[in-house]
DNA sequence: TCAAAAGTGTTAGATTTACACCCATGA
DNA sequence: TCATGGGTGTAAATCTAACACTTTTGA
């Protein structure tokens, strides 16, 4: 069943590039390379697909070995496919990134895999070109959260609107005024604001808010 | 010197959806599939990495074989890895979009290769998952042009604003308004108005305008 | 002389931005 | 009682959208 004879083969990688965001910052998570070559580098977490894997699926089983998580939200970055951008033997890596929500991960799982986040803004020197990688995400990230609700997915469920805007802020790197911002969140019907008040953040409470994914979709079959 | 050892090779492929703008009509190039399995099938055309070839040179390959230009815009639409998506051998396929000027692009050579010009509104059913490729590459396409100025790409190196305003109507799928789109482009430094007049579309003759690429950089530049 | 495309400004409406004070509470 | 973060509306400025007539020329 050998159609194209002749061809080469390569070996096919996915590189993760998980987003969280946490202390006021958007942040990262990278490990020390445990193989070699570049054994002890700085990396993103990856995996190559398997024969018989779907390369998406591939990405979703790393991703779960790593956090225990499923159904994140996670998008491809792109294919890399420079011939000696692995020193060790030809690979074409896909890159993904993920948004999770910090409270979500296992520390003591993160510890396990040695893995550390670290804030975008002070990325090290990362294996390959993985740095590329983190870049485009970051960049394709920007693009996605300026255009459709998915900031949701770094928070928990329940969160303040002080919460929210600080997460805009961080991500798009500008400040935003606080009326303009809650007068716009009002526009939005899917999210929706709860009778809960949390009180760790303020002696006053604030109220908390949740995303209702039923409603985006809604309002998303709507425009068409 | 094979540091992976015990991880599945495939082959990698690209493919690449050319866009071209002609008789009104924003279109692209496929072709009946020559080889087994899916011979005679509507198809992107494609070719395999080769295994010392950067990925992205491989699309530039496989298009400077088809059409004979270089230094053509073109950008990736993204890795397709599903296990069956070509019914032949496990490939992994890598897609591009690119823009041409269709006046450059050879009709013999087009011939040669089987090829035809079809309207993105009229696509046939195509090999494997090439639909699908097909409907991200308009849709990053369409993102890009609405931000970017790439719609010169599909344009002679001279165009007259009305030229430019329907590829523009026909890429967005809507109607521009002539006067607020003349008010826009007196806008941008890099449209630049030659004093060349067109009288193949009017008896009274318009204007022909380019693109100059370095006034383009310039304002990027600006921006940071 | 007339049909067909080129070219040109103004105004109303919508959107975006800037801005300052009172509230509730725990320490 | 006061320091801290939560919550609220209005007006100016900017941007966007709507709109109609004159010009040129070849047939």
Redesign the interface.
Known sequence: ????KD??????AVDCIIFGFDEGKLKILIGRRK???GRGEWSLYGG?????????D?ANRVLYELTGLKTLYMR?V??????DRDP?????S?AYYVLINTKDYDDNLRRQYGLEWVSVNAIPMLFSDHNIMVQKALKLMKQKISTEPVAFRLLPPLFTLTQLQRLYETILDTELDKRNFRKRVKEFSYIEKTELIDKTSSKRGAYLYRFNQHHYQEEQTFKL
């Not at 061809?7 to 096919?12: C, D, E, I, N, R």
């Not at 697909?49 to 390369?55: I, K, L, R, S, T």
């Not at 060790?88 to 074409?92: A, F, K, L, T, Y």
């Open positions: 069943m050998a159609f194209y061809y080469a083969k390569v070996l096919v193989i070699d070559p190559f697909v398997a024969a018989n894997e779907d390369v998406n591939a491809q792109g294919a890399f496919g420079k011939v060790g033997e030809r690979v074409v896909v």
